[in-house]
């Protein structure tokens, strides 16, 4: 299922593409749009992770350097029955996380240094077993091609700037008319599809993180720790690099945090009171009988 949202997903950035190319350059414009579409269509599906690690500083861990985020990844992807992640530190203050990678078998997890040093080991274990869930979902694979493709055609939006004032082309459909239209409609519709593709898939993570982990309570604790420490605490690589917001667990960008329209994720305290339900299902705050390394 998640592979039929991803086709779509790149017809709907394949056919931006187009438009763009027609608004700037008419049919040949269109044309060179379609080329360069496919390729970069194909990069995103085989490097979109490589490239959002990279973009974000990441750097990667194994058991000898980070023993103890390690065997914390290691007990929630037995849990979760998945391959064993590759794991990456961001170093950066503001506490957060994301997964990427095409599949379970190519999955990646990523923390920053605030994370690790403002929660404790099961506040992480949440972040983690959440971040996991995306994994088993297969999200990652739509979430990372988003993050590379939005942030492409917010850039070939802004190309369209070089284009106004050339009104002598007669292949132009629209002149600068059409170059505006293309630097504006571009990176808002980039947006858009990112807001649909995020918020539903965020409850759903919260709600098999928090059983994979057992303990939904030290998910929901760490949401609101990380929500208000963000809020105080930039993050320079995301606010360059805003098409990626989407894929971290709370929102990196600052002015984010309601539940409205132009928001790439739900609202935290809706997503804690989810969470909060969750564990009263449960039967209480955790479950004993499933504590891993951080308990």
Not at 239 to 254: K, Q, R, V, Y
């Amino acid at each position: 299922m998640n592979y039929a949202r991803t086709a779509l997903l790149l017809a709907a950035m394949t056919g931006l593409f187009l438009a763009v190319g027609y608004l700037i350059g008419g049919q040949g414009g269109m044309t060179i749009a379609f080329v360069i579409a496919l390729g970069m269509n194909a990069f995103a599906y085989w490097n979109s992770d490589k490239l959002v690690l990279r973009m974000h500083g990441a750097q990667a861990v194994d058991a000898a350097n980070a023993p103890q985020l390690y065997a914390i990844v290691a007990q929630l992807a037995e849990r979760a029955q998945l391959p064993m992640p590759r794991i990456y530190i961001m170093h950066n203050d503001q506490p957060n996380a994301f997964a990427t990678g095409r599949d379970p078998q190519h999955a990646a997890v990523a923390v920053t240094t605030g994370l690790l040093q403002r929660l404790d080991e099961r506040e992480i274990a949440g972040v983690l077993a959440h971040e996991l869930a995306h994994v088993r979902n297969r999200d990652t694979l739509t979430m990372t091609i988003t993050a590379t493709l939005a942030g492409a055609i917010g850039m070939l939006g802004n190309f369209a700037f070089f284009f106004i004032g050339n009104r002598d082309q007669r292949d132009h459909p629209l002149g600068a008319i059409g170059a505006v239209l293309a630097m504006i409609v571009a990176p808002l519709a980039a947006m858009f599809v990112q807001f649909a593709i995020s918020r539903s898939r965020e409850y759903e993570a919260d709600r098999v993180g928090g059983a994979i982990c057992g303990e939904p309570l030290a998910l929901a604790s760490a949401l609101a720790k990380i929500h208000n420490t963000a809020l105080r605490i930039d993050n320079p690589v995301a606010e360059a690099n805003p098409a990626s917001a989407h894929l971290f667990i709370i929102n990196p960008l600052h002015g984010q945090a309601v539940d409205g329209l132009f928001s790439t994720h739900p609202s935290t305290e809706n997503r804690i009171r989810r969470l909060q339900e969750l564990a009263r299902t449960m039967g209480g705050t955790s479950d004993r009988g499933r504590r891993g390394p951080w308990g």
